[in-house]
Each structure stands twice: as C-alpha cells, then as structure tokens.
C-alpha cells in the first residue's frame, strides 16, 4: 500500500483520481485549498480511513511524508483561472516548485498535469508533443499557458539537476461528471443552458475546434503514466482525437436533452484558440493507452450527473 498525494485532489480530475487510487488499494492524501473544488466531490471518500484531505494552498511549503505525488493544483478554467491571474501563475510556478521540493526530499516520483494550452493557439494540426507551441505571452490566457509551461521546464531540471522522478502529461480538454457548473467550460455551459431551457451560447462563429476526453479515460491514461517505465517522463498528450466544432458540440448536446433551447452568438474571446486535437501515438505506445468512450456516450453520463445535481440542488444555475 502506497500513501499517494493528490494536491487539487477535490476539483473534477481530482476527486476521479482519488477515487481511483484508493480502489487500487491506496491510502491518500488529498491537499486542496479549495479555490475551485468543493468538498462535495470529495464527501463520500470522507469516512474512509484511507482518505484524508488537508486544506492548503501549495504555494506555500507543504512538508508530509508520502511515496508518490499527482500535482493537480491550480484553476483550469478560463474564467477561474483569469479571476486572480498573479495566483493562477504563483499556483503553476511556486506550487511546482514546493511539490518539487518536497519530491526531492522525500524522493518520489512526481506526475504533473500540464495542459494542451501550452500549445496555445497551435499553427500545427493536430498536436504532436514536439509542437513547441504559440503563446501570448502577454494575453489574458498567459497566466494559465505561461504558468504551465514554466512548470514543465520546472519538473525537467529537478530531473536533470536533482533526479527527481517526474511524469509530465498534457491533457486536452476533458469533461464528465463533477464539473463545476458555473465555471463556463464549454460542455458544462451548453447542458446546463440545455437543461434549463437557455440559450446556448456559441462564443465566435462556432466553427472553432476541440476535442474531449471523458474523465475515466483520463484518469486510466494519468494512472499508466504514473506507472510506466522508469525512464519515461514524458510529456505526453493525454486527449481525445475526435473533433468537433463547437456548434456540432452544442447540436449534439441539444439533441441528447430533448431541449428547445436556441444558439445564440457572443464575441469570441481574446486568444481563444482556433482548433485544438491530440496527437496520441507517443500514449499509445508507451502507455497502450486510448481512449474507449465516445462523445454522444460521455455525455450521455454527463446529463444525467447534471440532471440530478440541478434537481437536488433545487436552484437555478446560473451561467
Ligand atoms: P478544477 O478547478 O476542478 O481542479 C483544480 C483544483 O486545484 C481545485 O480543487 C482547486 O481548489 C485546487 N487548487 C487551485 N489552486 C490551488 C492552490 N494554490 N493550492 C491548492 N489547491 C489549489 O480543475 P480540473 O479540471 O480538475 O483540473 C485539474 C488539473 O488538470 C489542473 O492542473 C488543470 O490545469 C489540469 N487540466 C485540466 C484540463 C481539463 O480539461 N479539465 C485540461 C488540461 C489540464
Ligand atoms: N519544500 C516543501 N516541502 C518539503 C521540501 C521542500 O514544501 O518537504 C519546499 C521548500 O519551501 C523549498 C521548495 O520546496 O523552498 C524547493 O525545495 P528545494 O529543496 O528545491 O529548494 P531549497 O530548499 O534548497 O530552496
Ligand atoms: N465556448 C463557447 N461557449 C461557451 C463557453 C465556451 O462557445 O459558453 C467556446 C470557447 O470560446 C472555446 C471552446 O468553447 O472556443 C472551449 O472552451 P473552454 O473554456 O471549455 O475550453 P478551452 O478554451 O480552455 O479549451
């Protein structure tokens, strides 16, 4: 049995991966300061005497003992993340270095969760890992993409510098149960306008592109980098290749909801990227690893996690 730290382990991707790891057997230790996670996510690992959560915020010093690290902390949402940019940065960069330094002093591997948005707006498609990317380095984005990015280079000299064991994994746009419904990701913004009868909101023309992986691929693709071979770090594209525009998104979505809602159109935000899509070669032969479930069947799940959250919650959801 291994005691495995999770830092953002009570956001979406965190809580499936604790979940996750403590089905494999594991004790862990959830670190969240709970900035976009909620508690909710987490309860029903609460009673178990494997699961602890500690409330902190890692760009402050975090010193515990534990033989394996997944750092997931930090907002990853446009509008989350652009609500206090300088902490959205601090959390990539001093967060990173104290996982870093803690995986050093205690000497255990350590996985990162990077981003497709180190792509940026990628001139090159679809993305292969060698991409070396096109950001703004100055937008509104920056804080996220910059943040990251440094992050990684972060990761590659503890490894060359400390030998500190590291895993990096880009992951691409990823959706499914416990998504914060107000946190204006695409698929949680279309369904739950579906779901109450709103206008969808279709950012630009539509005709932009991105591909979604449901969250139990990406946590068994995030488990296997973990695990894999010694001398493999990475960076690896975790993602979904099939690609969608976003009114094919928003059309399948209202089709799968019976819903009346009609589109509507808003400006495209600033930056915003024009097509995005994996290349996962590099995954599926280090990791034998692809993705199983389709869009329409994702979503599907998605739904029903919706439907039930609205109706128990008894509120209107604003967007
Ligand atoms: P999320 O917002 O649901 O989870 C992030 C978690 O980190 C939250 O629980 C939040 O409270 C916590 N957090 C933020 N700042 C922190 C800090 N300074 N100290 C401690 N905890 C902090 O987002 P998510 O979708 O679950 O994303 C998890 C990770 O995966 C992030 O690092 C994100 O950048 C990365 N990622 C996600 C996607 C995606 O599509 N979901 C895509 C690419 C990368
Ligand atoms: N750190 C931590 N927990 C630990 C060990 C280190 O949070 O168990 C933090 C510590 O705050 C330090 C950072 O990680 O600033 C980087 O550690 P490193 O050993 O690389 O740097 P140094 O301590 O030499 O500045
Ligand atoms: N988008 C949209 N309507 C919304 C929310 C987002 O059309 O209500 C668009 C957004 O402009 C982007 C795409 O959907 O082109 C994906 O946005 P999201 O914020 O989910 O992810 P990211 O841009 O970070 O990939």
């Known amino acids: 049995m291994k005691r495995i730290l999770v830092t953002g382990g009570s956001g979406f991707l965190g809580s499936h ?10 004790e862990v230790l959830c670190v969240d300061n709970l900035f976009t996670g909620r508690k ?4 029903h690992l609460l009673q178990m005497d494997n699961f602890e959560f500690h409330r902190h915020d890692i760009t402050f010093p975090l010193y515990v003992e534990v033989d394996e690290i997944y750092n997931l902390a930090c907002p990853a949402s446009p509008i989350h993340y652009q609500f206090d940019p300088v902490q959205t940065i601090k959390t990539s960069v001093m967060g990173s270095i104290n996982m870093l330094g803690l995986a050093k002093r205690l000497k255990v591997k350590i ?4 981003t497709s948005e180190i792509y940026g707006d990628p001139e090159i498609h679809p993305q292969p890992e060698s991409y070396r990317g ?6 509104i984005r920056a804080c996220y993409d910059e943040g990251k990015r440094c992050a990684e280079t972060l990761f590659f000299d503890y490894h060359r510098q400390h030998q ?3 895993k990096v994994m880009r992951i691409f746009n990823t959706y499914g149960p416990r998504m914060h419904p107000n946190d204006g990701r695409v698929v949680s913004n ?10 969808i909101t279709i950012f630009g023309t539509g005709q932009q592109t991105r ?3 449901y969250v139990d691929d990406l946590i068994d693709g995030m488990y296997k980098l973990m695990n894999s071979r010694d001398d493999f770090q990475g960076p690896v594209n975790i993602g979904n290749p099939c690609e969608f525009t976003m009114l094919e998104l928003a059309e399948m979505i209202i089709d799968l909801t019976g819903s009346s809602s009609r589109l509507i159109f808003l400006p495209l935000p600033q930056d915003d990227p024009l097509q995005r899509k994996p290349q996962i070669d590099l995954a599926q032969k280090e990791l034998g690893w692809e993705p199983k479930i389709q869009l329409a069947e994702g979503l599907t799940k998605t739904i029903n996690y919706f439907e039930k959250t609205l109706t128990k919650q008894g ?3 604003t967007v």
């Open 134 to 139: 096109c950001v703004n380095t100055t937008g």
């Open 164 to 166: 500190v064991a590291i």
């Open 40 to 43: 909710v996510n987490i309860q």
């Open 211 to 213: 591909s979604f992986c």
């Open 190 to 199: 279309f369904i739950v306008q579906a779901l109450r009868g709103k206008d």
């Open 17 to 26: 991966l604790c979940e996750k790891l403590l089905a494999e057997g594991n």
């Open 315 to 317: 509120v209107a959801i």
């Open 111 to 114: 996985l990162q969760a990077s």
